[in-house]
């Protein structure tokens, strides 16, 4: 949900990955939680497979999370564009998926945990 766009930071320079999501449809999706369960494991994560969130804000009509900007594109254009894969390639990048999974599931499950533990 929502665009990412390249973004420049005017004071430092730095290159970001700067995600925008608009507030009306987060609310048509019903994605309110699901936006900021993410925005919580971006932040809280320190995991070489998860990017970073620098900062986010919002304003009346947008959500915006800014990240650590990674070169190289999708797995999904990958995924069409550059097929077969070699074996090892495969195990590669499915490690690259399931580690940083393994890390999303426990920071969700002590989230959810705790949560129903203060209710």
């Known amino acids: 949900m929502g665009e990412v766009f390249l973004a420049k930071h005017k004071i ?3 290159l970001c990955a700067m995600k925008c999501i608009r507030k009306d449809l987060i ?3 019903d994605a309110l ?3 900021k369960t993410e925005r919580q494991i971006l932040a809280r994560a320190n ?6 969130l620098h900062f986010s804000f919002q304003n009346k009509t947008h ?3 800014c990240m650590e900007f990674c070169n190289g594109g999708e797995l999904f254009t990958l995924l069409i564009n550059e ?3 070699p074996e090892k390639r495969v ?3 499915a490690a690259e998926i399931v580690l940083p999974w393994s890390t999303c599931t426990k920071m969700v499950s002590c989230t959810v945990t705790s949560k129903v533990k203060t209710c």
């Open 91 to 93: 195990q590669f990048v």
């Open 63 to 65: 959500w915006f999370m």
């Open 12 to 14: 430092i320079g730095t």
């Open 33 to 35: 939680m699901g936006i």
């Open 83 to 85: 097929h077969p894969w």
């Open 47 to 52: 995991h070489p497979y998860i990017m970073d």
């Open 27 to 29: 609310l048509k999706n």
